[in-house]
């Protein structure tokens, strides 16, 4: 599975983005997905995590009632939809993927494929 990860950019605190990931290669909707972010001297985080079906997921509890992950097997694309964004919020954010049968994996190790990371800034 190939991964591009994109939508990321410059917003003001509060603001939203929505990002996006495509998937291309083997059957995507055969995997569970989830987006991590990194900020600059701080380790790789989970961020959200979905299903290959949809359900269930997975928020971490900085960004729970704020994040919403999703996806459209059909069009093999994953996303991450941002609102009430904060400064700490600023991060690269990375999707990944991986073969599961149910469920979702919660550690980074346990993905096989990465997105090349979009940049995520949301200024004061």
């Known amino acids: 599975v190939q991964l591009q990860a994109s939508g990321g950019g410059l917003v003001q605190a509060g603001g939203s983005l929505r990002l996006s990931c495509a998937a291309s290669?083997?059957?995507?909707?055969?995997?569970?997905m989830g987006w991590f972010r990194q900020a600059p001297g701080k380790e790789r985080e989970l961020v959200a995590a979905?299903?290959?079906?949809?359900?269930?997921?997975y928020y971490a509890d900085s960004v729970k009632g704020r994040f919403t992950i999703a996806r459209d097997n059909a069009r093999n694309t994953g996303y991450l939809q941002m609102s009430s964004l904060k400064p700490e919020d600023t991060a690269v954010y990375y999707c990944?993927?991986?073969?599961?049968?149910?469920?979702?994996?919660?550690?980074?190790?346990?993905?096989?494929?990465w997105g090349q990371g979009t940049l995520v800034t949301v200024s004061s």
């Open positions: 990944a993927a991986g073969y599961l049968r149910s469920g979702y994996y919660t550690r980074a190790r346990e993905y096989n494929y």
């Open positions: 290669g083997r059957t995507f909707s055969t995997y569970g």
């Open positions: 979905i299903s290959w079906s949809g359900s269930p997921t």
